[in-house]
């Protein structure tokens, strides 16, 4: 028996099933607290060991949630699907208010998420939400977020995106205002974990449809794709999400994977479709594989004399120096844009200036 094995059969801690998973420690304890949906037993000295049913349980939160469902809803799903019956749904004995912020901190961007304090303005109060230094958005953002208010959230968002651009909208009032949700719920005793969601969700939503309300682009004719991955077991994706975004407002033709994808399935697609890159998203370091890019970045495709391999670009901040390792690194949205638009030379180059 492997020394995983053994780990697994004795039950894993807290921190081994939130590196698994992609969320921090702290979420999970709020899920327990607020869901039952919590390990079912304690090692002798008293620490919280999580079996693999109680392991599959919060992996099903976590993909409904990503889904979109609701997260009282997802919980009692997930513990009718794979818990024991008699866990209670915590929420139903008002253990946590319904009206207040938020679960992990908000995903870092690609590959580096820092608001820049140019064309900052302070947010004022109201939202209840510690903003700071921000675009003026923001504050009617967080206010539409803590009062979970979907339509409002979809107009501000889309408004953003619209007046912006997407990178501007993505740095500068989609990010702050998660960063503001994230601090308001480590410090309010893990409440407001349907604000973030709803939150997410929803600027998800908005980098789907903002297309609809951006210029066309000008495409790049009959130009290979970039491919964007999470790496396999990361399960954050909402980062390469804005890039996929980003990236088609300047006509680079994309192939989004999303979050979590399987080793042999990364490998047939950049076979199937002869990317001119990849970018491979890592949001803790225990996704962030340097093996595997390195295998992306040896595979080849086409005629003998003229054979093609894909650049590699590693993004995300679970990617650290020794993960990376040779492979080129973006400072920020923006950068991994310029970055990729270049591949198709000047013509492709030439729609990289940003907005706002």
């Given at each position: 028996?492997?020394?995983l094995d053994v780990t697994e059969a004795a039950g894993l801690t807290t921190g081994a099933v939130a590196r698994r998973l992609g969320v921090s420690p702290t979420t999970l304890r709020s899920w327990d607290r607020r869901y039952g949906l919590g390990p079912t037993s304690r090692s002798q000295g008293?620490?919280?060991?999580?079996?693999?049913?109680?392991?599959?349980?919060?992996?099903?939160?976590?993909r409904l949630a990503a889904a979109g469902?609701?997260?009282?809803?997802?919980?009692?799903?997930?513990?009718?699907?794979?818990?024991?019956?008699?866990?209670?749904?915590?929420?139903?004995?008002?253990a946590e208010p319904a009206s207040a912020p938020v679960p992990a901190g908000p995903p870092a961007g690609p590959p580096a998420v820092r608001a820049p304090a140019t064309a900052a303005r302070r947010g004022g109060a109201g939202s209840g939400l510690p903003l700071g230094d921000v675009r003026q958005e923001c504050r009617g953002l967080a206010r539409a977020a803590v009062r979970l208010d979907a339509p409002e959230l979809e107009s501000?968002?889309?408004?953003?995106?619209?007046?912006?651009?997407?990178?501007?909208?993505?740095?500068?009032?989609?990010?702050?205002?998660?960063?503001?949700?994230?601090?308001k719920w480590e410090s309010s005793g893990d409440?407001?974990?349907?604000?973030?969601?709803?939150?997410?969700?929803?600027?998800?939503?908005?980098?789907?449809?903002a297309p609809m309300v951006l210029p066309p682009p000008a495409q790049v004719p009959g130009a290979e794709p970039v491919v964007l991955?999470?790496?396999?077991?990361?399960?954050?994706?909402?980062?390469?999400?804005?890039?996929?975004?980003?990236?088609?407002?300047h006509g680079v033709p994309t192939r989004m994977l999303g979050a979590a994808v399987p080793v042999e399935a990364?490998?047939?697609?950049?076979?199937?479709?002869?990317?001119?890159?990849?970018?491979?998203?890592?949001?803790?370091?225990?996704t962030a594989s340097g093996p595997l890019?390195?295998?992306?970045?040896?595979?080849?495709?086409?005629?003998?004399?003229?054979?093609?391999?894909?650049?590699?670009l590693p993004a995300g901040p679970g990617w650290d120096r020794r993960a990376a390792g040779d492979f080129p690194r973006c400072a920020g949205l923006r950068d991994a844009v310029r970055t990729l638009s270049g591949l198709y030379g000047a013509e492709g180059a030439g729609r990289t200036s940003a907005r706002g």
């Open positions: 028996m492997s020394d008293r620490h919280r060991r999580w079996s693999p049913r109680d392991v599959a349980m919060v992996e099903e939160m976590c469902v609701a997260p009282a809803e997802a919980a009692r799903v997930a513990r009718a699907t794979h818990g024991d019956g008699a866990r209670p749904d915590r929420t139903a004995h008002g501000r968002l889309l408004d953003a995106v619209r007046q912006h651009g997407l990178a501007t909208a993505w740095e500068e009032v989609m990010v702050p205002t998660l960063r503001a949700v994230g601090r409440r407001y974990v349907e604000v973030e969601h709803l939150l997410s969700w929803q600027i998800s939503t908005a980098l789907r449809r991955a999470c790496a396999p077991g990361e399960q954050h994706s909402l980062p390469l999400e804005a890039l996929d975004a980003a990236l088609a407002e990364l490998l047939a697609c950049v076979r199937r479709t002869g990317p001119v890159a990849v970018v491979l998203w890592a949001q803790t370091r225990s890019a390195r295998h992306v970045a040896g595979l080849q495709w086409g005629p003998a004399g003229a054979r093609r391999r894909p650049l590699v």
